[in-house]
């Protein structure tokens, strides 16, 4: 995805995109090594503590806060009152989202197909289509796409909220429609729907709307914000720590929206908020944020073949759990970063010229 500051905020517009896509990366490779560390556990079951291999399952919420502020600023951030339409604002987001999601699918059950790996995966009509759509089905064939159901749940509800052509009417139409859902899915019965839609992790979207939104305020400018990271990044290990949890896969949804949720918009408003340079470091980081999509897409290949390596002779040496670690999370991080300039970027351009649509903003 792709950000453009809001026509109220005075920050540089090269600072600004540089420090989310900075985040980007980080939070791209916090949940890379989170998945790694937790893969490693099958060799050395006390590599890191558990509430350190769980706090890196933060990266997901931190991914959606951003969403949902970029989201804000890709359409209300040269108008506040002509947004793109609806149809339009979807189009843009289908092909963001569904190519390189196909392609891993693809891939995904071609590895299944082979009855070498995902073994344990049953694969019917129904998850099929809910996994080609993005529809609520859990645990989806790629299971990290769990998330993209929740991204294309809010791109849904945006879209509709557009029609209004006015940004306030957007901001609290998309968070009061999402708190309705939670409250009304009391009453739906047991199923995929009702598990979606009472999880108040979605509410993590609107925090990232309403922070666009205000952004231009004179408490957020504040020179405090800069520094918000740092309670941020605290109160997610504390969460971790603290908060009652199933294993290390992520906090308990009751408290993750508030417990992760809050920190990750702390972070991200202070990484707005810090007038990042392109100095040699940043620009070396820099291409992990822009490929963080296919960083997050493509890396459960590497975390299926660390799994199957640990199950042979490797298994039977838990000092190589640290090293392999390292070993894999560096062969995702080159595979996302060559499935971005190689595959996605070229699939997507070629996809907006057939759609006629503008190159998205840097």
Not at 116 to 141: C, E, H, N, T, W
Not at 329 to 342: D, K, T
Request: charged share 10%.
């Amino acid at each position: 995805m792709t950000s453009r500051p809001a026509a109220t905020t005075t920050m540089p517009k090269t600072n600004f995109n540089l420090g989310i896509q900075l985040l980007r990366g980080i939070a791209a490779l916090l949940v890379v090594f989170h998945h790694s560390l937790e893969e490693s556990r099958a060799l050395a079951p006390h590599i890191a503590p558990k509430w350190f291999i769980l706090t890196g399952a933060c990266g997901v919420d931190i991914f959606f806060v951003i969403s949902g502020f970029i989201i804000y600023n890709v359409t209300y951030g040269r108008s506040k009152t002509n947004p793109e339409p609806p149809p339009v604002f979807l189009l843009k987001r289908f092909l963001r989202i569904f190519p390189l999601y196909w392609i891993c699918l693809a891939a995904t059950l071609a590895l299944w197909s082979s009855g070498y790996f995902y073994k344990s995966m049953a694969i019917d009509f129904p998850r099929f289509v809910g996994a080609l759509f993005l529809l609520p089905f859990r645990p989806q064939v790629i299971d990290v796409a769990w998330t993209l159901v929740y991204e294309m749940y809010f791109y849904y509800i945006f879209a509709i909220t557009l029609m209004w052509r006015n940004a306030a009417l957007s901001v609290f139409g998309t968070t009061a429609v999402i708190i309705a859902a939670l409250l009304a899915s009391r009453f739906l019965p047991e199923g995929q729907w009702k598990t979606v839609l009472e999880n108040p992790i979605a509410l993590e979207f609107a925090f990232g709307v309403m922070l666009s939104h205000f952004l231009g305020r004179p408490f957020l400018q504040a020179r405090w914000v800069r520094h918000a990271w740092i309670p941020g990044a605290i109160l997610f290990a504390v969460a971790a720590a603290v908060t009652p949890s199933d294993g290390t896969a992520g906090l308990q949804p009751a408290f993750r929206f508030f417990a992760w949720g809050v920190p990750a918009l702390l972070v991200t408003a202070s990484f707005i908020a810090i007038p990042f340079e392109k100095t040699f470091l940043t620009r070396l980081f820099l291409p992990v944020g822009n490929a963080s999509y296919s960083l997050y897409l493509t890396h459960p290949f590497f975390m299926i073949s660390f799994a199957f390596l640990l199950k042979g002779h490797l298994g039977k040496v838990p000092a190589l759990a640290l090293p392999l670690v390292v070993v894999v999370v560096g062969a995702a991080l080159a595979f996302g970063l060559f499935a971005h300039y190689w595959i996605e970027r070229p699939v997507l351009a070629r996809l907006r010229n057939r759609f006629e649509l503008p190159p998205p903003m840097p």
